[in-house]
């Protein structure tokens, strides 16, 4: 490379690129468009800073994967300066999959794929296009290298795509009770059997680290406002859908157009070469854009949502830990139909229930490994004196309600 | 106001909405707008956490101008309540009348209009929506007001506005040095003969504010890449009107659609209800989906335009302290003409060159005062023992040109 | 006041001095003398940046103090000046009894008197001098004034000590995972039944809190380097006392000399007035300009104490979650008797063991009360949905032996 | 090294030891006094936060050296690894013959000899200790090694040691717009004609660094509140000379008693053993006990001055730009000599004038250069476009006037 390209990152410092292929892999349209897809879509809703891209994260995530292979060279793991290339690689395209509005349309826009899917393509178009020296990075993608520890440091419990996610998402929001010390979690990383273990003492760390996600979670990925602007987004597209289907003409960018009119499935994304032209032409811009457009609908309940996602009108929610009764819904089903004059039919894109949960340690995933001494390792859940990991495992499951707030009054 | 409302701010930390009219001032639809408008146009195309949001940008300003009438206060200065609601509601306002990409599109998009006209003619529509709460907020505004270090406040060369804008966008794009002590600055703040005045201690941190922000204009507003980033879309947007003029037909959306049709002057937007109604809808959204769309132009250069700037395969940028000449800018019209078989009308929205200036502290504008002992106020470039803010005071003016990458090889 | 006073603090930006009877009480040499005692004793033995002060503290708990009182009052808190001002003077005075080196020497010094005693001695000698001014304060830090919940402000489970002390904390040592966000907690204070509650949606910051306060619990404060540096300052003092009750002569400074020679208790503080004396001149400067001298010391085991405190030559530690056995500690003492030729008395001095526990909660004390609803308050470890704070209740012990490094060997 | 040694550093994050030799030099008793040594003196009498240590201040600046030689390699710069650890070391060692309150009492306790000069004394001892492995360290210290950027980087008007103690002091102090950039200074370093240049790009961080380094001194170093402490600090220990010379006993610790008995120069550092002896037992904390001592001295100067340092009851302080004259001078003393019923030779120590001088940019020393282009390299000065920086190379000189503010009245 004739010229160190540096990016500036509030959260990092400087991002320095150390190799041409790294920078020419950036340089490439299918990883520029990352720059039109926020990382955590509506959440600016609520958190007006939090409007960070997929693009910066990637950028983040491959400067901690270089700072954890430093380490861990340190320590005397040998890592090999391909296999080094090839997780830096596989970090920077571990999300390239994403769509617009990442995860609130994931399964909206295109049913049964969900982006690690769709980012496996990508690498493997792009493998192409560099001539195979992209190889090494889809294996330890997909798990399938043999030295399973780089795998981990890509995609587990404690990968450096969460430690960059949290870091970044706590900053941007201004949740400080998020930030978690990733310096200090990568300066307790090692290998043991071939897999990332944390050092003894890193323990304190690592329960902050998992009541830090806990935190964000509850307070930011799955605050009930950015639900509510969720859903309306996923019932405005669905409905959308619903009319082209009758045959009405809706407004929309070709790419979008294409997702709205089709129902596309992995499959065609692997036998039909447009499907993925058209993907890498979708992003947030299409969305909102079309919303503008919609917003001029004929249609009273597309028009209705469309209005309130762009001037911010939310509708109201309510929160339970157990489940609505079917007459709460009903009875607020049939107020909306009396004070909108709509059908039955209409109303179910106004009002509209829903549930989500989350573990804040899952122990059926890839687990948290900590070393005592040299070389027992044991599972965080285990390993803790005090904190009751376990208790932190069983899925916790909110349930809501979301209708238009002229209904509440 | 039945709930106290806050915002989190990463770069201030809590904002607080102390009064139910700033509240729905915010809640209005044209505040909303704000939110799809990033502060600093294309600057994340070189800092890529640069893109945080005028609306944003307005609430920062809005939580330094209480600080510092709560300083003042405190100082023995008189404001009423009213005065407060009024000044905090001027600089909520004071840059809603911005279009898309700020001040990149400013001229381009309504020749002869700026951003401030709109604002006022948005806070006369705002007053009248608020029956009248908002006059005193316009007339600070506009510096009609008896009070003149309120306008001062507002809109001065060391306004909170400033404060604002030059902490948040060091903040965001990650340049520390930039970074300034507003809270110093606002802690030394004191009124003198109805103007503003800093306190003779504060006198270094001027210097190194006045430093800081002519930082930010070369390294940030006024980046060669920035630059030339803006220049390419600036040339899109002619190249688009051109067509149309001539006939074409090119999608975008009704609001861009408006005013790519039209060429809409300061007296329209009072005269023609419409004028505002389109402008706003107009935000950041409307023109990158246009560009999206004319990336499938069949004219070559609007093609080209958008495909470069959607995909960022930035022109080559050369920069000198003085004009280039004539014969340079030809000799690269002609390279461009051959290689891509344009016409000499063509390819000057391929090829074109322009000049910038900057004054770090301008003499002209109102001026910083600096208080000394209990009476005398003197300006700062006469207060400072050393740095000579007077040498400061020459605008400093840069040439560039700007061509396909393809041409310098 | 004629002058507005201002402190600067890394931590929490500007410190505002509002009342000249606050300024008074910072000036009084009891106050300044909280300059020379560190906060965190030697924790700068492993975290070289925590050498911040008392002093500090004592500010920065009092800023917070404003911030609460400032919130609690735009929520409807019913609070006067006076109250406000007693609140202020009681947080700024609760750890002015503070000795040198703080909780380290708080039992060796002077046995069977804490801090606190000896505060509200202060604080009545100072309510003498201050005629009176100081007995709403008094009342409001002993809990005898009727509004308990300011008591609960100076001093609970979540009081402003407490969130002054763990950001500063984790500030100056580096620890980030310590950071807790005192902003936001403050933002969710409200009272219910004359008692400070959280309000429901603070629950994930009070779990996020718990957690940073336990992480600095077993990462700073009972660090094990920092708990042997600790009790070897322990054993040298108490060797030294020994050696002066065998009558050997030993420098220290007056103030330093009376407690090494007299053995003081609370009722000497109330009856004499030179312990106060004494006690008001005794700061970290004492400690270890004795040590400096007693390094020199023909005894060999205080000047080995003495020399390895000097010159960071710290012991040996092991630590295990139960106790060591007898025959452990006993066997290091028969190889510290052969290999330093000393009697059984004198390697007493240099082999230890020691036990230390703490809870991240404590159920026995104040408890931190949630605010469900209007006016319904339960206890956190009821209140959170997962985190089972009632196992964090149990405290944990960890258990700890001492010796010369070249007894491992 | 059989473990990795890592410092916690709030400034920098985490300090890594990766040499073993490093990591012996650090342990050394010579280099644990820095511990005990502040690095800004008494400036905690202005702002509270700035009591960071010698200590930490010289593994700071270490590892810059360190990133800067990495960058500086990246970018071709021939460093072997002998160099580099001798480049680290010198750095690390460059402070290590500061005494107690460093710059304050630089020439009152040891007259005619900086610390430049017993930092070599010391380096030399240990290389002694370390049988020659510090030899080449020294050389680069000294100047003589032959790559003389490496020296440059140790001292120079942009070298690691400012690069640091400028982020260090603004961190504690809390002085925000003395932050500088540290990182990207360093980024933009290279090497040209054997000597350090900044890039051109880096011009605007430069010129930053220089005004905040400037404001760093008005509103830090040479504070006038610092000054004056400092000062009483001078006068104190003179007056403990001059009563010592006249006969009297002073208690003091015996490494400083050794000081203020015997007039010590250059040479006896080098021809007698037990120089060096007593001065590697001085530090802040000698100081500080003498005072606590000499508070209750028979002397009235000498109380006077102790009593009022330990108190924080700070003489008056008047400054202007001009000498104040001999008249006002006498005319203070007298009125002291009345007040106090002291002789003039008495008030001597309590009424004195002083001035201050300083240059932001210091021609004459080793400039700072820009590279422009490939091989030209201009001094900072030429190559401002507009900030006239040969304005900030004319020294600044304050006057200063103290005495007892009981005279002011």
């Keep these: ?93 571990h999300d390239i999959g994403h769509g617009p509005f990442s995860h609130t349309l994931e399964h909206s826009l295109i049913s049964g794929v969900n982006h690690e899917d769709i980012s496996k393509i990508y690498m493997k178009r792009l493998n192409e296009y560099f001539k195979g020296k992209l190889t090494l990075a889809i294996h330890i993608f997909e798990g399938t290298y043999k030295k399973k520890f780089l795998h981990q440091l890509v995609s587990s419990q404690l990968d450096v795509d969460r430690l960059d996610y949290l870091t970044r998402d706590a900053f941007f929001t201004g949740v400080n009770e998020g930030a978690i010390s990733y310096e200090r979690l990568i300066e ?112 009273k309940v597309l028009k209705m949502l469309c209005d309130c996602i762009l001037d911010r009108k939310l509708f109201k929610i309510e929160i339970s830990n157990k489940a609505f009764p079917y007459t709460k819904v009903r009875k607020l089903n049939q107020e909306a139909m009396k004070k909108f004059k709509m059908s039955e039919e209409e109303v179910s894109y106004l009002v509209f229930s829903d549930a989500t949960s989350n573990h804040a340690y899952n122990p059926n995933e890839n687990r948290i490994n900590i070393m005592k001494g040299k070389n027992e390792v044991v599972d965080i859940a285990q390993a803790s004196d005090q904190l009751n990991i376990s208790v932190l495992s069983v899925p916790v499951t909110k349930y809501y309600v979301f209708y238009p707030k002229v209904l509440a009054e």
């Design 1 to 93: 490379m004739n010229k160190r390209k540096i990016f500036n990152d509030p959260v990092h410092g400087f991002i320095t690129i150390p190799h041409e292929l790294v920078f020419d892999v950036i340089e490439h349209p299918y990883f520029q468009r990352l720059r039109r897809i926020k990382q955590l879509g509506l959440s600016d809703y609520v958190y007006p800073g939090a409007i960070h891209t997929r693009f910066h994260h990637a950028l983040g995530a491959f400067h901690l994967m270089r700072k954890a292979i430093s380490i861990l060279k340190i320590k005397g793991v040998k890592i090999t300066e391909e296999e080094e290339l090839g997780a830096q690689i596989a970090i920077l395209l």
């Design 188 to 299: 307790m990383m090692n290998v043991r059997n071939d897999e990332v273990v944390i050092e003894q003492k890193g323990i304190y760390s690592i329960e902050s680290f998992i009541i830090a996600r806990r935190l964000m979670y509850w307070q930011v990925y799955l605050h009930k406002t950015v639900l509510c602007v969720e859903m309306m987004m996923v019932k405005a597209i669905e409905r959308a859908k619903y009319l082209i289907r009758k045959g009405e003409l809706l407004d929309a960018s070709p790419a979008f157009s294409y997702f709205l009119n089709n129902e596309v499935r992995l499959k065609d994304f692997q036998k039909d070469e447009k499907v993925l032209h058209y993907y890498s032409h979708l992003d947030d811009v299409d969305i909102f854009s079309a919303f503008k457009y919609w917003r001029h609908s004929s249609d």
